[in-house]
């Protein structure tokens, strides 16, 4: 089969209409940035990357020192192009217009330009993960409030996972669709059109560790699965927990499954662990999508009116069937103590 290159994928989704040159050159740009990342995290020890930075970002989270090359990477890449008026990343506490010196654009990018990093230093696969809005029209400057759009308004989203092979998976809302990284020429090859998520599946990922803290209808939920052929589903599954979100997504995004990370005693004030602007909505839009469904146990994710940048919120994505029955059972728990 002739192989088609990313820059051709980009061309044929022009053509039909699904995406401006503005936007093809975001992308462009954005997954050449994701090259010179995979290079550095594929350094390891050889790089002198490994490590913490010495800082925290907004989350007090301390930060490693590949989350803050890989932040740099894109910021840098992005600058010049003219195809953004500004980005926003969970490694910076406000959105970072672009400079004066350049030509803005009509998109807005935000991104995690490496997560899962606590594994880095175990040498297990991380992600960048990333997310486009459009820019309000006729603004001076970018403000945070101006990013603060609903996941239904993306129009693009993707992840990359620093894995065995580097990967870009990317929905334009015209399906999903996965280019792997040939390292002999440099250039994203596709290497599956039209990804999709098996309505029924067996296998969950969630910490299990954090199970005594959760809420009734996820301990009533994850308990059946565990009950396996002697409970009620009446059949076994299995669990995978990397705690990378972009490895285990890729995981459900290739062959099914669930994944979860719920509210719990120890983070209902923060509203969860996982970031909807750059990690939830564009994960919840990629699920989606590939048939997939994307909740926070009770509301779909991406109809979600944001009220901050870094605002947290519980995921559960992945099979529809499953997030289904368990999206059912927060709902039955809420109704039963209304
Ligand atoms: P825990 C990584 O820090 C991350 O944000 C996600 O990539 C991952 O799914 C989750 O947190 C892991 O969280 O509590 O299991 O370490």
């Known amino acids: 089969m002739k192989s088609i290159s990313l820059i051709q994928f980009l061309i044929e989704e022009k053509r039909a209409g699904h995406i401006n040159s503005e936007l093809s050159l975001l992308i462009e740009v954005v997954a050449r940035a994701c090259k010179r990342i995979s290079v550095a995290v594929a350094k390891g020890a ?3 990357v490994l490590g913490n930075a010495g800082t925290d970002n907004i989350q007090g989270e301390a930060q490693k020192k590949l989350d803050v090359i890989s932040n740099e990477i ?4 992005n600058a010049w192009g003219g195809h953004l008026a500004a980005c926003a990343s969970e490694e910076m506490d406000d959105p970072q217009p672009i400079p004066d010196a350049y030509p803005k654009g009509h998109h807005l990018l935000l991104f995690d330009p490496l997560d899962g990093s606590s594994n880095i230093d175990v040498n297990v696969s991380v992600g960048t993960i990333f997310s486009v809005l459009r820019c ?3 603004i001076d400057e970018v403000l945070a409030e101006h990013f603060l759009q609903k996941g239904t308004e993306q129009v693009a989203a993707g992840y990359v996972v620093y894995g065995p092979s580097t990967l870009l998976v990317l929905t334009f809302g015209h399906g999903v669709h996965e280019f792997t990284l040939d390292r ?11 990804m999709t998520i098996p309505a029924q599946t067996s296998e969950f990922a969630v910490n299990m560790a954090n199970q005594r803290h959760w809420e009734a209808p996820m301990q009533r939920y994850i308990g059946e699965l565990q009950a396996g052929s002697t409970g009620p589903r009446g059949r076994d599954f299995n669990m995978r927990w990397v705690a ?3 490895a285990d997504v ?4 290739t062959r099914g499954g669930v994944f979860i990370y719920p509210l719990d005693a120890r983070i209902r004030e923060q509203g969860g662990k996982l970031r909807l602007m750059y990690e939830a909505n564009p994960m919840a839009f990629i699920v989606e999508q590939a048939g997939g469904a994307a909740t926070t146990g009770r509301e779909r994710i991406m109809g979600l009116q944001p009220t901050g940048l870094h605002q947290r919120v519980p995921v559960f994505l992945g099979s529809k069937d499953e997030i289904d029955v368990v999206t059912r059972y927060h709902l039955e728990s809420d109704d039963s103590r209304a």
């Open 244 to 246: 990378s979100m972009v």
């Open 250 to 253: 890729h995981r459900i995004v």
């Open 136 to 138: 309000p029209d006729d």
């Open 74 to 77: 894109l910021l840098e890449a």
């Open 184 to 194: 002999e020429h440099g250039s994203f090859v596709l290497s599956r059109r039209g």
């Open 46 to 48: 050889l790089g002198g």
